[in-house]
């Protein structure tokens, strides 16, 4: 019988988020709650024929894909993902499937970076420890109001227009920079075009918009956080290596500035991870995409796939660049 392989379902949300009952009568479905590392990847997944996986979460290279000899097809989330090797894939046969534009909820990142930066102006974090420690007040840092002070957006796309206009409702001055804007696109997405270093100089709140690449890696360094202001909030719900770990870590527990994060170098983030036991931190698991919309939209089009290549007629094929 086909087997066919959920992984990286770290919420326990796959089942209820999609009918996969008709893709259960033709092929037996193994969900996988926990990350897998490479060697553990090869020896689960060695048996496996099909694997609909979660958007860059286990990666596939070629050293990976080589060890999978069953494997016939292999369906990615959105419409790319950088960690697997389509190439490799298909050279070994095996079919790549993507859900395209399928996205239920396409701006949730969007309003995750806004709950960030209200979370960390504000201190809810610590003031939700304490209350349920039983006390109030005492020890909870003081907020910072948002209303005139200034919000750097490193990334005015689709993504971060968006955040422009939270701002903007907010009653935020924005400020905006990546390598190609444009004085006329910042307008018009509600920013004012300024240079990378006045936008770390100058703003009280910055954050990350952007798709990480060779090009993008590291662009916040620690030349970059030094330019920030004493207890800025800095936001990155884009992809961790844009901005240069280890100066990250010193920043905030110099607390120089607040780090209000989504997404880290190494997921799931480790249990020593130093940025765990940091104070000037507000931390959440990578939750940008996942969404209940989102679930659904991506998980309905991963059975899609499975049941049309089952077929004999694949859809949403990628074909290597």
């Known amino acids: 019988m086909t087997r066919i392989a959920i992984l990286d379902d770290w919420q326990d949300v796959a089942r209820e988020s999609a009918d996969w009952s008709a893709l259960a009568e033709r092929a037996e479905l193994v969900f996988f709650a926990e990350a897998l590392s490479a060697?553990?990847?090869a020896a689960a997944l060695a048996d496996f024929d099909i694997i609909l996986t979660m958007r860059e979460r286990t990666p596939f290279p070629a050293s990976l894909v080589q060890r999978l000899p069953k494997?016939?097809?292999?369906?990615?989330?959105?419409?790319?993902?950088p960690t697997l090797d389509v190439e490799a894939c298909t050279r070994?046969?095996?079919t790549v499937c993507d859900t395209g534009s399928a996205n239920g909820a396409p701006y949730a990142p969007a309003e995750l970076a806004l709950a960030l930066l209200l979370a960390a102006a504000r201190a809810i974090p610590a003031a939700d420890a304490n209350m349920r420690a039983g006390r109030?007040?005492?020890g909870v840092p003081v907020g910072m109001g948002l209303a005139g002070k200034t919000l750097g957006i490193i990334g005015l796309g689709r993504l971060g227009a968006r955040v422009a206009r939270y701002a903007a409702a907010l009653d935020m001055k924005v400020v905006a920079w990546n390598p190609n804007l444009t004085e006329a696109t910042a307008?018009?997405?509600g920013a004012r075009l300024v240079s990378k270093a006045d936008l770390l100089a100058t703003s009280d709140a910055i954050t990350l918009h952007m798709v990480l690449s060779p090009s993008s890696k590291g662009i916040i360094d620690a030349e970059d956080i030094a330019r920030m202001k004493q207890g800025a909030i800095l936001i990155n719900t884009s992809r961790g290596p844009l901005v240069e770990e280890a100066a990250l870590i010193a920043?905030?527990?110099?607390g120089h500035i607040i780090a209000a994060l989504d997404v880290y170098d190494t997921e799931p983030l480790p249990d020593d991870h130093p940025l765990r036991g940091a104070s000037h931190t507000v931390l959440t698991p990578h939750l940008g995409y996942g969404v209940a919309e989102t679930w659904h939209a991506w998980y309905s089009s991963s059975i899609e796939n499975a049941q049309a290549?089952?077929?004999?007629?694949p859809i949403r094929v990628v074909e290597p660049k």
């Open 309 to 313: 290549f089952l077929d004999g007629k």
């Open 251 to 254: 920043a905030v527990q110099s």
């Open 187 to 189: 307008q018009e997405r």
């Open 136 to 138: 109030f007040q005492h």
């Open 71 to 81: 494997l016939r097809m292999i369906g990615i989330t959105g419409g790319n993902n």
């Open 92 to 94: 070994q046969g095996i």
């Open 39 to 41: 060697e553990d990847a």
